[in-house]
Each structure stands twice: as structure tokens, then as C-alpha cells.
């Protein structure tokens, strides 16, 4: 995984606010407005991503290898 | 703004009342009002803040400057006397709680439980044309509540549907609603543990396709939890994935029977039913007592008192979802309401892992009694409704319906 990047994003018509993932992974997500969003839109290989991504209630959270674009979470 | 402003005051004895109403006791609505945040002594452990407030609570709840993993030792503030969700995922903090979590998540999201509906429609709608069959009146609880999230949550964890006396009388042990002594407390903690590790080995030698064996491989294969994480993590599910459901399917139809134009709204518009769903969650304080206090890491302010360092705190979800701040005439029932972001299924990293499957056996729950039996009452006054006893939730034993 080390050396990896990973693109990041919260789908804000998705998310409900649960607060997992801001609570979870607070060096990733944060809460504005009730809804999550990414601190990085592109961050270093984190399990705690992967973490917060696979805990998300609704699946709002994707996560995405750069350069290949391979869908990491949610499973498909 | 800080503690001194209230550590001289007597703190409150809490909870504020035994839980044999619906209403929220008035003096939430009091202390959302108060500056500051209130100071509570429980039945056991030291006393200790609770926040009334919506932005408080998601504070204590969400802020990873607080902790559950802390809250251990016999000074604890708890409404009973055992230590509630010892060993459970409860006592846990991320990352730990998100590695052990992660294991069953997948098969709580909305996207799965989607999958569950029609099976579930199916199953509740079996068990009230049984309910209407054996005629008026008919307690709810036992025909139509408890067995539809027990017989869901079985088939889905994977544990036979056939030993559910056992355990859910052994169940009571981790939900302390029955004030239980306490070597019983442990006799049928331990029943429930050797009886989750028995199923565990049946599924290490046979695997099939339940979460139960998903879970194990998450154990085995991936080493991604011990076992014994894997059996406290499945008591969890079992535990939680059908008392509270079996509590508040009756609370919904008592509610909507003291609301009688909103019952006959959801007759008119079935469309509104999940939207009902978010509402009564909402609007009916489900716990008796705020439970599982969050201890403070390092000093934190919240609601304009400085948290200090290894103090605890207590969110109330029911307070803070009557908070006026955030809900337009908060103490109504309006199923109409649209702007509806409820903590009523908790907040941040342990925010109910079943919100989604509550959500949806609920709906299904609503929307078969709606259909089959729109008559449906409550068969009984209020001097006669049958209360649970305890500190954990609030709701009935029984509760007899008519048609």
C-alpha cells in the first residue's frame, strides 16, 4: 500500500450526517453543515480511510487509486 | 464559562423519571434553556455533565477529543450497577472500533439492507395475518414486535430462529432491563458467550453464506479480529438488532393511537411512512437514562462550560432532538416534518451499526399494520399499559390491541 495515492470524495446528496467517518478518520473527513466532506480531495494510502469509507451507513464515501482509477471502496 | 460556575451546585439526580411515560420529562426542556451544561448524578459511579443541547450532544458524541474507551473503573457514571457493554464494541475508540466494526459493517449498509426488504415485508405481514387470525385482543409485542426484528436478525447473523427463548432470555444479561441479580447477570453473559462460540466453531467446520461465517473468515483468513472479538461482536448484533426495534414498533402504534390524525394521514398517504419512520425516532426518547458517558481527553469546551481533562459526559439524543434551535415546534409529532436530522440513532463513530435495518423493519413494520388492520387501537387505558422496568428502554412488555 505504502506509496500509493488515493482520490477521495463524499457524495454530499448521499451522506446523512451519521458522523462515522468525521469521528473515525478525523485527519480525513470533517462535518459542515451536518454533511461530510473530505479534508483532501487526494491523500496517502490510509487504512483509516478504508476504515472510514467500509463504516459509512449509506456509502457515500469513494475511494479511488490515482492513475488507475480503480474503485477501492465501497465494494461493487 | 467554566466549571466553577456550576461545581458548587448539587448535581441533579438522574434519570429524571422511571420511564413509565412516552413524554420527555419536562426538565430537559429546562435545562436546553440554562446556560452551561447540566451537572447529573446517576444511581452508580461519580457524577458528571450532560448535554441537552443538539450541537452539545454531536459534540460529546462525534469529537474524537472524547472517549468511551476511558470510561472504565467503578466510578463510571451508569444507571445500573454492572458496567453497561463491557467487552463490547461500546468500550471501544477508533481506530480498534473501526477495525472490528468494519468486519460486519458491510452487511449493515442501506444498499444491503435494500436487499432484506421484500423477505421482511413478507415476514411481517405473515405474522399479522397470524395476529388478526387469532383475533382481538392481541398483544403486539409477542405476535408482530419482537418476533419480526428476531427472526430478521437471526436469519441474517445466522443463528437458529428455533433457540430464541434461550437466547433471548440470556440477552437480558447485556440489556439490564429487568434489574436481574447480579451472579444472574454474569450466569447468562457467559451462557450467551459459550452458545455464540458454539455457532462460531459449527461455521469454522461448515461455513455458509450468513454473517456469522462472513465474519469468521474476517477472523481466520483475513486475522482481521481474534475470536473472541468476533463472539462479542456478534452478541452485539444479536443483542441489539432486535430489542430495540421490538421496543419501539409498539411505542410507534401508541404514539399514533394517542395522534389519531396522524394514523389516519399514514392511512390516507402510505408514501409518508418513512418519512413517519424519521419522526417518531425523533420524537420518542426511546432510553430512559442516557447511558455511556464520553470522557474528555484534554480540556474541551462544550455549551460554554471547559470540559476538564478525565471528566465525564452525557449526551442526551432525546434531548437534543427536541431542541428548538434545529426542530420547528419540536415537542410535536408533525410525520409531515421534512427537515428532520435526528440523532436518534446516535452520532459518530457509534452511530447504531442497524440504523439502516431498524429503519427499514420498521417501515415494513408501519406499513403491514397501516394495510391489514387499519382499525387497530390500543386496547388498553393508560393506568393499565404495561411498563418495562429498568433504566434501559422505555416501552411495554405487552401492549394489547384491537381491531
Redesign the interface.
Known sequence: MSGQRWLVEVDRDVCI????C?????AFFE?VD?RSRPLHGEVDAD??VL??A??????AILVREVGTGRQLA??E | MTENATADDQPLPYPFGNGRQIELERRYAELREAPGLARVQLPYGRDCWLATRYEDA?IV????RFSRAAAVGPDVPRPNPEQPGEGGILMLD??E???I??VA??A????RVERMREHTREIVERLVDEMVERGAPADLVEHVALPLPVMVISEMLGVPYSDRDDFQRWSNAFLSTSLLPPETVIEYGKALRDYMTGLVEQRRAAPTDDLLSAMLRASDEEERITQDELVNLAIAILVAGHETTATQLPNFVYVLDRERDQWDLLLERPDLVPRAVEELVRWVPLGVSSAFPRYAREDVEVGGVLVRAGEPVLASVASANRDRRVFADPDRLDILREDN?HIG?G???H?C?G??LARMELQEGLRALLRKVPTLRVAVGEDELDWKDGMFVRGFRTLPVTW
Open positions: 450526517g451519521s458522523g462515522m468525521a469521528g473515525s478518520a478525523p462535518l451536518g487504512d483509516e476504515g472510514a467500509e463504516s459509512c451507513p449509506v456509502e465501497p465494494e | 454531536k458524541l462525534g469529537d474524537p477508533p481506530p472500533h473501526t477495525r466494526r468494519g459493517s458491510r449493515f449498509t442501506a444498499r436530522p440513532f452520532h459518530g463513530p452511530h451499526l440504523a439502516q
